[in-house]
Every structure is written in C-alpha cells, then in structure tokens.
C-alpha cells in the first residue's frame, strides 16, 4: 500500500485521528495484526500529552450527544449498540448523562471504556469507579481503552 492508501484503510481505527495511521506506515512491514497495533500504539505513546488528551477528546460521550443526533461514527454506533446503550431507560439516560458530565468536568476529556467487553451494568460501575481517580491516572486508563478499543477494530479489518 503506498501511505495514503494505508491512511485511507486505517486512519479510522483511532476515532477521528488519521494521523496516528500516517506515522505508524512508517514502521511497515508489519509482520501481523499485533505488530501494526503496536505501531499504532506506540505512534500515540510517541505523540506527547497535548496530542494524547487531542485523540481522548475526539472520542464521543457514552449515549451522549452524538448518539442521540445519530452523528456517531459507525464503528463506535456499533459497538455502544451492542453493549446496550443504544437502548437505555429514561433513567439509565439521565444517569449516563450526568456521570458523563462530571467526568468531562473532572478530566477534560470524555469517559472511554472498550464496551464490547463490558455489559451495561459492568459499564456504569467502571464509569463510577474511574470518577474516583486521579488525573494522570485516568490519562493512562484512558489510552489503555483506546488500545483495547483499537485492537478490536483491526482484527475485523485485518486478517492475517
């Protein structure tokens, strides 16, 4: 693949941040599925914080704003279906509403959790429990969703 043709396969993995494709091409061949996550990875370890907190606020509330305008991309429209949050209670709304908010409010960027390996009931007590850490913390917590994430959407991409 020449690099835009790369970028073009893979810069959506990470949620609204193709630049992260266009470093890792760099470090091709890659011998499999893991060794270009670890580019990837590493291409995000490498950015620095302020481009680290860029890619954790490009990532969309839980049943937030953009799902409730259908503006979320397909891959995290999926992947919130399947764990139930596009089906929440009035309640459940009003609930991840607020604990979106005091998030946002606390860290600066969105909660991101891996939700297909989450029921929704596991969700909102990480939700709970993260609110109680400290910045630099929920930072590292935050990346590590965001690999986790990412990972799951290259093995449906990429086979091999």
Do not use: C
């Not at 630049?19 to 590493?42: K, N, Q, T």
């Not at 409010?105 to 939700?115: E, H, R, T």
């Not at 989450?118 to 969703?145: C, M, P, S, W, Y």
């Amino acid at each position: 693949m020449t690099a835009d043709e790369f970028v073009r396969a893979l810069g959506g993995v990470f949620e609204h941040s193709p630049w992260i494709a266009e470093r890792a091409f760099a470090a091709r061949p890659f011998a499999g599925v893991a060794a270009l996550h670890a580019a990837m990875s590493d291409a995000v370890r490498g950015a620095g914080r302020g481009a680290q907190l860029a890619l954790l606020r490009a990532h969309p509330e839980l049943a937030g704003k953009e799902a409730q305008a259908g503006s979320l991309t397909r891959d995290s429209k999926a992947e919130q279906a399947a764990a139930g949050l596009g089906a929440l209670t009035r309640d459940e709304l009003e609930r991840v509403s607020d604990l979106n908010r005091h998030y946002r409010a606390k860290f600066g960027f969105p909660f991101i959790i891996a939700v297909r390996r989450h029921a929704k009931d596991g969700i909102f007590a990480e939700f709970e429990r993260r609110l109680g850490l400290d910045a630099e913390t929920e930072l590292v917590n935050g990346l590590e969703q965001v690999f986790a994430i990412t990972r799951l959407r290259l093995d449906g991409l990429v086979s091999g």
